[in-house]
């Protein structure tokens, strides 16, 4: 057991060993920018031990042999991970793997927060946006045909030369002996030509340039005075036939001057400018030939790669000088060009564009450079567009591409210029016509004011007899448009625009006369005045109508209270009768039979005799609440009708009080003396009738009201 575990701890620190001298290995081809020797190398590490340093220097592997969607996977990973502690350059980066692969909105994302340290960056970043969304809008500025001399490897920097085409390539298939360049692992790259008359025939027709400039460095980028006896090139640091290099052992690119003598090129120099420390490539001439403009990372760039300009004076030259800001940032520039009509053209991947490097132009004048503009479609695209160079009076040309579609990594394409680069904002319309509202026939002299946000006026017209106005405006903003006319109303409207370039939006309106209004109003107010006296009499005779169906339903009501009341009375008076033996029907009364009350002559006292009479009505009237009844007394015809009525009053109210004070309601009894009033047997003297008649007469009768 205890010898297992030496060698599981000796197998331990082997392994640990191992990946420690991986990891040295792969820094050190890294910093040597042998870079496809050390993407292995990290890939292993990654995935067995991953750290910042390690996934950082493979994302930059990938990103530098243009294999941007491997590059994409680790700077993705590589933000995750390592977000605060990261250079946010590789947001940058991260941003040209998104464009390769088409994700433009993610890519302008991370280009923002790449840019949002810095405001004034960050407003750049924008301005540049709406200027790039500007060239877009011009469309397809070129036709674009892949030559047919493009092989599976790299071709770029074709420039003319007499009837040929001179540009950089490496061979098609490496030969046993030959050396690989470590960046790529392809081999290196040599200047070769092909007759521009057969560029479309195949690849096999290119050869080498000229055999006495090749070494086994890279040879690229040739660059002929007018009468094809000069030549520039980019070549690796030589010297003496051997490779120069720097104290980091790398051989950075050199510009060359070579002359043609005798049909060969010679008197191959190094330029004085050239340096072990730092790059120098890319040459292009002035129209004249006075200046030579480069690219290079020397002291003094703004960024990675600038452009700079050197005054030839026969063959010796001035100081370089940096382009400036408006020309190079602090990123990438190079493959500069002049063209006949003195632009610059150049490839820029800190310029906004579609991809990675992109094509740029800026204008030439008296020693000045204008703001460096995007090319355009279809030449740039989202990879690598570069090596550009164009004939101003022809607009035919030539440049490099690593886009899809192509043969191989990069490949050469002819250009057909067929569009100027007129780069304008977005602009829409803003139309109409002003007319009357009543006649619809336009109107002149009406005033018509643009306004932005609803306060900054922008233009102010006058209609001619057409009505009609327009208004040239910059799209994704709001407007309000007035309308006025001496006389008339006033209107607006208020626009909120896109960002559809040329659109036309209509902001027609219609004005109203103010003499018609006041006409309009006049009649509308006859037209009120006759509404409102037929109104009013509908409302008269709606109300009487209502009053007289209220006043019916009342009557209708009544009646039918009535009916309903006598039927009511019917059936008690009915009931009652059947049920109690004193009460009788007398014609159309309802009376209480009971026996004689007598009184003491001239007097109204109850009688004792009476009160048992009494008792019996009060019985009645207790069972029965309801009932209401009228005690009329009457006396004979003898004596005086005053007198007699008198005394029946007495004993009607006697008669009443003797039974309130038994306890029936005061309410319930009415007490009325009729006197001789209503006599059962008429006498027509005193003496006419019997005692018995009279004593007929002389009575009290208790009659039933209410039931």
């Known amino acids: 057991m205890k010898k297992l575990l030496v060698i599981l701890f000796v197998f331990l620190i082997q392994f640990i060993n191992a990946q420690d001298q991986d990891v040295a290995r792969a820094k050190r081809f890294f910093d040597k920018t042998y870079y496809s020797e050390a993407i292995p190398l990290y890939e292993k590490i990654v995935s067995e031990k991953p750290s910042m340093e390690a996934i950082r220097n493979l994302a930059d592997s990938y990103y530098n042999t243009n294999d941007l969607k491997k590059a994409q996977q680790y700077y993705r990973l590589l933000i995750k991970s390592y977000d605060k502690d990261l250079d946010r350059n590789y947001y940058f980066k991260y941003a040209h793997t998104l464009k390769a692969t088409n994700s433009y909105e993610e890519a302008n994302e991370v280009l923002k927060q790449y840019y949002s340290k810095n405001s004034q960056d960050y407003l750049d970043l924008e301005n540049a946006t709406k200027e790039l969304e500007n060239v877009s809008a011009i469309g397809d500025r070129y036709i674009i045909k892949n030559l047919a001399i493009n092989t599976k490897n790299s071709e770029f920097g074709a420039v003319k030369y007499g009837d040929s085409l001179v540009f950089a390539a490496v061979k098609k298939k490496p030969g046993l002996f030959d ?63 051997h490779r120069g290099k720097n104290k980091e052992k790398v051989s950075n690119l050199q510009i060359f001057r070579a002359e043609l ?155 057909n210029e067929t569009k100027a680069l007129i780069i304008e904002d977005c602009k829409q319309l803003i139309t109409g016509i002003i007319t009357d509202i009543d006649t619809k026939l336009p109107l002149e002299n009406a005033v018509v004011i643009l306004r932005q946000e609803e306060s900054k006026e922008l233009r102010t017209v006058i209609t001619s007899a057409d009505g009609k106005f327009n208004f040239i405006v910059a799209c994704e903003l709001s407007y309000t448009v007035l309308a006025s006319k001496d006389n008339y109303t006033n209107d607006s409207r208020k626009l909120v625009l896109d960002k559809t370039r040329g659109k036309s939006n209509d902001a027609s309106m219609a004005l109203k006369s103010l003499e018609v209004i006041k006409q309009e109003e006049k009649e509308l107010e006859e037209q009120k005045k006759q509404r409102e006296a037929l109104e009013l009499v509908a409302l008269k005779a709606k109300e009487a109508k209502a009053k007289a169906t209220e006043i019916a339903q009342a009557e209708i009501r009544k009646k039918e209270k009535a009916e309903k009341a006598v039927a009511d009375q019917k059936e008690k008076v009915e009931k009652i009768i059947a049920q109690e033996k004193d009460v009788v029907k007398d014609k159309d009364r309802l009376i209480i039979k009971t026996d004689p009350i007598y009184f003491d002559y001239d007097l109204w006292y109850i009688r004792k005799d009476s009160k048992i009479i009494l008792n019996r009505v009060f019985e009645l009237m207790k069972k029965y609440p309801d009932m209401v009844v009228e005690i009329g007394s009457h006396t004979d015809s003898r004596g005086n009708d005053k007198y007699n009525a008198n005394l029946s009053e007495k004993r009607a109210q006697s008669t009443k009080d003797y039974l309130v004070d038994s306890g029936i309601d005061k309410k319930r009894i009415i007490a009325k003396g009729y006197g001789e009033s209503v006599p059962i047997i008429k006498c027509k003297t005193d003496d006419a009738c019997s005692e018995e008649q009279h004593e007929l007469n002389r009575r009290s009768e208790f009659v039933i009201k209410n039931l």
């Open 261 to 415: 003598v005798k049909g060969k090129w010679t008197n191959v120099v190094s330029l004085p400018f050239n340096s072990e420390d730092y790059s120098v490539e890319h040459p292009a001439l002035s129209p004249d030939e006075k200046t030579l403009y480069f690219a290079s990372d020397m002291p003094g760039t703004l960024g990675s790669f600038d452009i700079f300009s050197v005054e030839i004076y026969e063959k010796a030259y001035g100081n370089p000088q940096n382009l400036g800001a408006l020309i190079n940032t602090d990123k990438r520039e190079q493959f500069p060009f002049v063209s006949k009509d003195n632009k610059l053209y150049f490839s820029s991947d800190g310029h906004l564009g579609y991809g990675s490097l992109d094509v740029f132009v800026s204008e030439i004048k008296s020693g000045t450079y204008s703001k460096a503009s995007n090319v355009g479609l279809p030449l740039n695209s989202n990879l690598d567009d570069f090596s550009f160079n164009i004939d101003s009076d022809t607009k035919e040309g030539y440049f490099a591409s690593n886009r899809a579609g192509g043969k191989g990594s990069d490949d050469i394409y002819q250009l």
């Open 179 to 241: 050396k690989m360049y470590k960046w790529d692992n392809e081999t290196y790259l040599n200047l070769v030509s092909a007759s521009i008359k057969r560029i479309n025939a195949g690849d096999s027709i290119a050869y080498y340039f000229a055999k006495e400039l090749k070494t086994g460095m890279h040879e690229s980028n040739a660059v002929f005075t007018k009468d094809g006896k000069i030549m520039y090139f980019t070549r690796n640091n030589y010297k003496n036939g």
